[in-house]
């Protein structure tokens, strides 16, 4: 399942593990320590991390950094 970035007024961001189509409107976290629940929104997040593993094109020379 996909991680997406939320942000809520009393835990500032938060990163909740959830289905494409579901959707989260309050914060679960201001529900379990009760806590009025606040709205979420949505964030897009600042980078992508691209990482490459093993062996491959990466470490065979094929890159344009030698």
């Not at 961001?13 to 679960?28: F, K």
């Not at 709205?39 to 020379?61: C, E, V």
Request: with cysteine.
């Amino acid at each position: 399942m996909p991680v997406y970035l939320y942000f809520c007024t009393t835990h500032s961001e938060i990163e909740l593990e959830h289905h494409m189509d579901e959707i989260i409107e309050e914060c679960p976290k201001c529900k379990e320590e009760g806590l009025p629940p606040q709205k979420l929104k949505r964030l897009i997040p600042s980078g992508t991390t691209f990482i490459l593993n093993g062996g491959g094109w990466a470490s065979s020379g094929y890159s344009s950094s030698k």
